[in-house]
């Protein structure tokens, strides 16, 4: 799934400038729209598998999900960590990133570059995923997203647009690495009957304060300057990377345990041998 997602993440950009070149902006946003009427066609041609599990009711089945969710300490401070990232730096970057691309490296080819790199990236990182089981795989993960504050570091010290385009190489295999490596241990670790819950809750909890991100990045850039606003991302992302590597039940996690899918952080527990990588996107 992160590989099919990374092409198309290439092959998006790519097929957008040759519309554009052969019709128009408008004329490409509208294909978007109608590409989602297909998405929906696309849903609801599949069947539904109705679980036998009685229904408690909506709040019941919220509570036992938040409970679950509360109840993993690795779980809610990843899931904190990536909310933070997407306000704290990825926001900022892909705010000012065009802004600056535009300004000092060329304009939208030079930031299609550094777009379509980041995508061949994260297809590298998932091929490179494929058949390995890494030890202590949520570690390996949160190291992983270090990744991301490579380009932002390379577009706040004005690099040339060769070592800005590596440095969105370098991150987009980190992305593969972070995303599919947390995936593998949420399906691994949570029970499947609650597993839903929790991957909305996670879902929630990462990409909530992204909005507010986006939405500062500008004002804020004006008050400081965009280059000491990324700078402070680069930072921020590193020292929070350190603090959740340093928090024992994300270090000594086991991706690979065979402690079965029910558990939990009950304490620090030594590296358990195991097989199977699952490779998803979270």
């Not at 539904?48 to 919220?62: K, M, N």
């Not at 990236?121 to 997203?145: D, E, F, K, Y």
């Not at 295999?173 to 949420?186: D, P």
């Amino acid at each position: 799934m992160q590989i099919a997602q990374a092409v198309a993440s290439v092959a998006g950009p790519g097929l957008a400038g040759l519309l554009i070149a052969v019709s128009d902006a408008g004329t490409v946003v509208a294909v978007d729209a109608v590409s989602y009427g297909v998405s929906v066609l696309a849903l609801a041609g599949l069947p539904l598998s109705l679980s036998a599990a009685p229904r408690r009711g909506l709040f019941t089945d919220l509570g036992r999900g938040w409970k679950e969710f509360t109840s993993r300490t690795w779980l809610w401070a990843t899931t904190l960590h990536i909310s933070l990232f997407n306000f704290v730096l990825w926001g900022p970057f892909l705010v000012l990133g065009p802004t600056l691309a535009q300004q000092r490296l060329g304009g939208a080819r030079a930031w299609g570059l550094v777009l379509a790199l980041y995508g061949i990236g994260s297809i590298v990182g998932g091929l490179a995923l494929l058949g390995r089981n890494p030890s202590r795989a949520l570690a390996w993960s949160m190291a992983a997203s270090a990744g991301w504050a490579v380009p932002a570091a390379a577009l706040a010290a004005r690099v040339p647009l060769a070592w800005l385009a590596a440095a969105a190489l370098l991150a987009g295999g980190g992305a593969a690495v972070c995303n599919t490596l947390l995936t593998t241990v949420i399906q691994r670790d949570v029970p499947a009957e609650v597993r839903g819950r929790i991957s909305a809750f996670g879902s929630l909890g990462a990409f909530a304060l992204g909005p507010l991100g986006l939405a500062l990045a500008g004002p804020v850039s004006g008050a400081v300057g965009a280059d000491r606003l990324l700078g402070l991302g680069v930072l921020w992302q590193m020292t929070a990377v350190a603090v959740v590597l340093a928090l024992p039940s994300v270090r000594r996690h086991d991706a690979r345990s065979d402690r079965g899918c029910s558990a939990r952080d009950d304490g620090p527990r030594d590296a358990l041998s195991g097989t199977d990588q699952h490779a998803a996107e979270t």
